[in-house]
Nanobody, 121 residues
Framework: VRLEESGGGSTQAGGSLRLSCAAS?????MGWFRQVPGKEREGVAY???????RYSESVKGRFILSQDKGKTTLSLQLNSLKPEDTAMYYC???????????????????WGQGTQVTVSS
């Protein structure tokens, strides 16, 4: 599966950004992760082909994850951004036989190259 992220950028605290991920094919579970230098990759949100979503506590109520009808384009709306949201954001997909989903990076076998989100105070 090839994944390509777009839409990162810079904004001030309280602003919004929209990230997109174009996948070459659909997978049962697709998600967004983020990472800052020196820290482990953190799960942000995932969505299943059935439309089930889950968010990390740090972004719940501020970020909205959606997918298109073809299940190959993932969008993450980032609202009420905080400086601590600054990170490289990665799109990820599970292996073809996966039937479970979680915010654990180890579950995902395919990753995009990432897009930078920077939030200034």
């Amino acid at each position: 599966v090839r994944l390509e992220e777009s839409g990162g950028g810079s904004t001030q605290a309280g602003g919004s950004l929209r990230l997109s991920c174009a996948a070459s094919e659909s997978r049962y579970c697709m998600g967004w992760f983020r990472q800052v230098p020196g820290k482990e990759r953190e799960g942000v949100a995932y969505i299943t082909t059935g439309g089930t979503t889950r968010y990390s506590e740090s972004v719940k109520g501020r970020f909205i994850l959606s997918q298109d009808k073809g299940k190959t384009t993932l969008s993450l709306q980032l609202n009420s951004l905080k400086p601590e949201d600054t990170a490289m954001y990665y799109c990820a997909a599970t292996e073809s036989r996966a039937s479970v989903c979680s915010l654990s990076p180890g579950l995902f076998g395919y990753w995009g190259q990432g897009t930078q989100v920077t939030v200034s105070s």
